[in-house]
């Protein structure tokens, strides 16, 4: 099993980016994925999360009403489109898979936010 993120960067205040978390060893539709964030200092948070069976998706609070989850499952990726986005969304967004019983984390990727 593979999760490996990419997709993040340096952004000005306002703008937009999307992340993607390719896996393998599995197929996206069949488990639960999920984004996270962390920021120096601070607890990892859910940002964004969508299920296997149909697809449904939740958000956390922090980021609700800018991002969107999405998967692909011919690609077996998973995207977070970030839309207007702030200095304090710096952070390094994690991607899960959640496995039965297990949670499969990839290495991060570092968003920041900056003029």
């Known amino acids: 099993v593979q999760v490996v993120e990419s997709g993040g960067g340096l952004v000005q205040p306002g703008g937009s980016l999307r992340l993607s978390c390719a896996v393998s060893?599995?197929?996206?539709?069949?488990?639960?994925m999920s984004w996270y964030r962390q920021a120096p200092g601070k607890e990892r948070e859910l940002v964004a999360s969508i299920t296997s069976v149909g697809g449904s998706t939740n958000y956390g609070d922090s980021m609700k009403g800018r991002v969107t989850i999405s998967r692909d499952n011919a690609k077996d990726t998973v995207y977070l489109q970030m839309n207007s986005l702030k200095p304090e969304d710096t952070a390094v967004y994690y991607c899960k898979a959640r496995i039965i019983r297990y949670d499969y984390w990839g290495q991060g990727t570092q968003v920041t936010v900056s003029s």
């Open positions: 060893g599995f197929t996206v539709s069949s488990y639960a």
